[in-house]
């Protein structure tokens, strides 16, 4: 094997974008499937635990669920995160409309086309990717897993 075919830049070219591919599709799906989670708990809570209303002991209920969950999953889990879910999920009360809007949001964003202005990748997809993968670039192991 010579060394032309491991250096070749072209072939370096496009095994990056076949990577850069992958991992923007795979980002955009952990999107939309956040997405539809952040839902499904606002939904839950609202009707299991608050029962759509704002009772005084919701604050002691949401208090001790964030710190269930955060126990369990780390960090995310707050309070404030789960108010917030609450609330999507009572501006969009209906799973099929977050669904279409997420298809159309995540479908979007994988077929707008880069720009040189942000480096070849869309701010979005970047931040997304930061949030996905930790501080050295390797996705974070997901709970039970060794």
Same mark, same amino acid.
């Given at each position: 094997?010579?060394d032309?075919?491991? /250096?070749d !830049?072209?072939?370096? /070219? #496009?095994?990056?974008?076949?990577i850069?591919?992958?991992r923007q599709?795979a980002?955009v799906?952990?999107? %939309?499937?956040?997405?539809?989670l952040?839902?499904?708990?606002?939904?839950r809570i609202n009707?299991?635990l608050?029962k759509?209303q704002?009772?005084s002991?919701?604050e002691q209920?949401?208090?001790?669920?964030a710190k #269930?969950?955060t126990?369990l999953? &780390?960090?995310?889990?707050s309070?404030r995160?789960l108010?917030?879910m609450?609330?999507f999920?009572?501006c969009? !009360?209906k799973? #099929?409309i977050?669904?279409?809007?997420?298809?159309k949001?995540?479908?979007?964003?994988?077929?707008? +086309?880069? /720009?040189? %202005? /942000?480096? &070849?990748?869309?701010p979005q %997809?970047?931040?997304?990717?930061?949030?996905?993968? &930790? +501080?050295?670039?390797?996705? !974070?192991?997901? %709970? &039970?897993? +060794?």
């Open positions: 094997m010579s032309k075919a491991v /250096t !830049p072209a072939l370096v /070219t #496009e095994l990056s974008e076949l850069d591919g992958a599709r980002a799906s952990v999107n %939309a499937e956040l997405t539809l952040y839902w499904r708990i606002g939904h009707r299991e608050l759509e704002r009772a002991y919701g209920v949401m208090a001790k669920l #269930e969950l126990k999953y &780390g960090r995310g889990w309070k995160n108010a917030n609450c609330q999920a009572q969009y !009360p799973l #099929e977050v669904q279409a809007l997420s298809a949001l995540h479908r979007s964003a994988v077929l707008q +086309p880069q /720009t040189q %202005a /942000t480096g &070849g990748h869309r %997809a970047r931040a997304l990717q930061s949030r996905v993968q &930790g +501080p050295d670039g390797a996705l !974070p192991a997901l %709970a &039970g897993s +060794p």
